[in-house]
T-cell receptor, first 114, second 117 residues
């Protein structure tokens, strides 16, 4: 069974530029999550989708971050414009809606903002 | 509010030593799940174990064992006879079991384990 796919793996941009990350969850997983992991910290949830609907985006900086999951499968996370403090690893995870609460993580995208 | 505390920032051991990683959590819910994830240098989070709040049985899987104590809100992880390949950052996490089945993971800050030969 294929795992969670993410691309790109690495991205370097300058501040004020835009960037987008892509995630394809495990087949059949209805729930998709985007986490931000700053160096030395644990991952922090940015947004959670159930199929193509948003369940929780309370920690998403909506003035610059946006995410969509239009067909309920793959998802895109965008940052526009990027700031220095956005440098982090962006992790995508997916899980079955229920009953198992395990989340399976992709390899992440390491973003460096210069 | 949910919170997970991993007080040990970094632990260094020599191969074959036993090591315990501590995890203390806070939640107001009576139904919740606890997890341990491993993050090797490659960066991908690897699921190790899940425990629900109603199951306080300790679990052993090979060299790994977990001790869940609701009375002290702790979910500690022990590696027996550590190996160099165990070197990684280990995260403890907590999630609520919502009625709709949706879950949100709250992670601790992680413990970096260094196992030297």
């Amino acid at each position: 069974e294929a795992g969670v796919a993410q691309s790109p793996r690495y991205k370097i941009i300058e501040k004020r530029q835009s960037v987008a990350f892509w995630c394809n969850p495990i087949s059949g997983h209805a729930t998709l999550y985007w986490y931000q992991q700053i160096l030395g910290q644990g991952p922090k949830l940015l947004i959670q989708f159930q199929n193509n609907g948003v369940v929780d985006d309370s920690q998403l900086p909506k003035d610059r971050f946006s995410a969509e999951r239009l067909k309920g499968v793959d998802s895109t996370l965008k940052i526009q414009p990027a700031k220095l403090e956005d440098s982090a690893v962006y992790l995508c995870a997916s899980s079955l809606a229920e009953p198992s609460p395990e989340q399976f993580f992709g390899p992440g995208t390491r973003l460096t903002v210069l | 509010a949910q919170k997970v505390t991993q007080a040990q920032t970094e632990i260094s051991v020599v191969e074959k030593e036993d090591v315990t990683l501590d995890c203390v959590y806070e939640t107001r819910d009576t139904t919740y799940y606890l997890f341990w994830y491993k993050q090797p240098p490659s960066g991908e989070l690897v699921f190790l174990i899940r425990r629900n709040s109603f199951d306080e049985q300790n679990e052993i899987s090979g060299r790994y064992s977990w001790n869940f104590q609701k009375s002290t809100s702790s979910f500690n992880f022990t590696i027996t006879a550590s190996q160099v390949v165990d070197s990684a950052v280990y995260f403890c996490a907590l999630s609520e079991a919502r009625g709709t089945g949706f879950q949100k993971l709250v992670f601790g800050t992680g413990t970096r384990l260094l196992v030297s030969p």
